[in-house]
């Protein structure tokens, strides 16, 4: 099957000996790999800035450590990031600019420290995804069940924690906290499931994240659900004809079904609440949220073009995004200036928009584009995995479709919240990109193998 015969720096001619030592090396680096993801499942935002980074400091110190290792296996054996030195340097310029410029503008050095770890979390965690698939080509069904696993243990540990803070889970508040960073790349899997059948392990992965956004009560998710799914058809139009659809509609009605289920045993009025954030514009004559959303982007945009400094290189890492304007003052009359009287650090609730507005044109422009870049990849990735004429390898196709799902999906809540101040948001995101670069990495290698 295609694929099958890819090589990898690891595969040098040898004796049966030789093959199992790659393997054992293989399956020890996937290991640490597993390290490096789990860790940053106990990683959480504490209530106030600072409280909490001796703990989180913790976290990140295995992480490096597992980090560490993953390099030193990948300067061994001389396995490189590929294109993923774009993503990388754009990075690094954004992070640069905006730091500079901060620390220039007498922002705090400590939030301009905390804000540019989420961008090495981004970076690091793509190379690190796309170095160990390379070392790890034989052993691709591991590796899939280490980021399942990661999704079950992200959820449940968030679960968990939250449980534990507040006593019990009250249903007719319940908001965001229930929400950890996988669900975005979990709920992904019904997107999947448009371009192959989901396994076991799959579902169950799925089922819990549905139910945790349920409980969550949170709009953005169905939005970023949608829009995976709708990507594959995009890519992909013929996949109405066929089969595809059926499953997509049965994901979405086991979400239905989920919400009912909780709701029906527990009576816990969910359905009644969903209703409710479904229809607020009809109870106010507007949405709330989405106002105070538009307040701030419109702050935002204000800040980027007030001068050719801030156009050029932005406001700062560590800037204030405030909430201004006619739509901040309509949410302060009719709920209380307390909602609108306050701002987010850097980046605020539209990620894209956060980025100009903290590093400018020069500083991240790069990143954007090459983020842009990423979602036409991703498409394109995902129409040659639908291509019936060529036979892949089912676990191969998982990795490409998953990894490129998982980059829209973030991509696409990023009209809509903040991701790159996000840490472990910035972890799945660059799981899935590196997840994508090495499907396409893997795709180009067999084409040009083909050719010679």
């Not at 996988?182 to 819990?208: F, N, T, Y």
């Not at 994240?209 to 890519?235: D, H």
């Not at 992909?236 to 709701?263: F, K, N, V």
Request: hydrophobic share 55%; proline share 2%.
């Amino acid at each position: 099957m295609l694929l099958d015969t890819v090589r990898t720096p690891l595969d040098v001619p040898g004796n049966g000996r030789t093959n199992d030592r790659r393997t054992l090396h293989a399956r020890r680096l996937l290991g640490v790999y597993a390290a490096l993801i789990m860790i940053c499942a106990l990683d959480f935002k504490a209530e106030s800035s600072g409280t909490a980074a001796l703990f989180q400091g913790s976290v990140y110190v295995v992480y490096i450590i597992s980090l560490a290792s993953i390099l030193v296996a990948a300067v061994r054996h001389q396995i490189g990031v590929g294109s993923l030195i774009a993503l990388v340097i754009a990075l690094l310029v954004f992070v640069t600019d905006s730091s500079l410029v901060g620390l220039y503008n007498d922002q705090a050095p400590y939030l301009v420290f905390t804000n540019w770890i989420g961008p090495f979390i981004y970076a690091t965690a793509a190379i690190a995804t796309f170095i160990v698939l390379q070392a790890a080509r034989e052993n691709l069904s591991l590796f899939l069940s280490i980021i399942r696993l990661g999704c079950l243990v992200f959820g449940l540990v968030h679960f968990v924690v939250v449980l534990e803070i507040r006593g019990g889970i009250d249903f007719s508040s319940s908001r965001y906290e229930w929400l950890n960073a996988a669900v975005i790349p979990s709920l992904g899997l019904a997107a999947v499931a448009v371009v192959c059948r989901l396994r076991k392990s799959d579902i169950l992965v799925l089922l819990l994240q549905l139910t945790l956004a349920m409980i969550s009560v949170t709009r953005t998710l169905l939005v970023v659900m949608a829009a995976q799914i709708a990507i594959v058809f995009v890519a992909r139009p013929s996949l109405l004809a066929r089969r595809a659809p059926l499953r997509a509609i049965t994901i979405l009605c086991l979400g239905a079904i989920t919400l009912w289920g909780i709701d029906t045993l527990s009576g816990t009025g969910l359905s009644d609440r969903w209703i409710e954030r479904m229809t607020v514009s009809e109870k106010f004559g507007y949405d709330p949220t989405a106002l105070t959303r538009i307040a701030e982007t419109d702050y935002m945009i204000q800040a980027f073009s007030a001068s050719v400094s801030s156009v050029l290189f932005g406001n700062g890492l560590a800037a204030y995004a405030w909430t201004t304007g006619r739509d901040a003052i309509i949410i302060g009359e009719v709920m209380g200036f307390w909602n609108v009287n306050f701002a987010d650090i850097g980046i605020g609730h539209e990620n894209h928009v956060s980025i100009l507005f903290v590093a400018g044109v020069l500083g991240g422009g790069g990143l954007l584009l090459v983020q842009l870049l990423n979602v036409a990849q991703a498409i394109a990735l995902i129409r040659k995995l639908t291509d019936r004429t060529i036979t892949y390898s089912d676990d191969f196709v998982r990795i490409g479709a998953w990894g490129a799902v998982m980059v829209i999906g973030v991509f696409a809540v990023g009209f809509l919240s903040g991701t790159i101040n996000d840490r472990p948001m910035c972890l799945w995101y660059g799981i899935g990109t590196g997840m994508l670069y090495w499907a396409r990495g893997a795709l180009k290698t067999h084409a040009n193998d083909r050719m010679t």
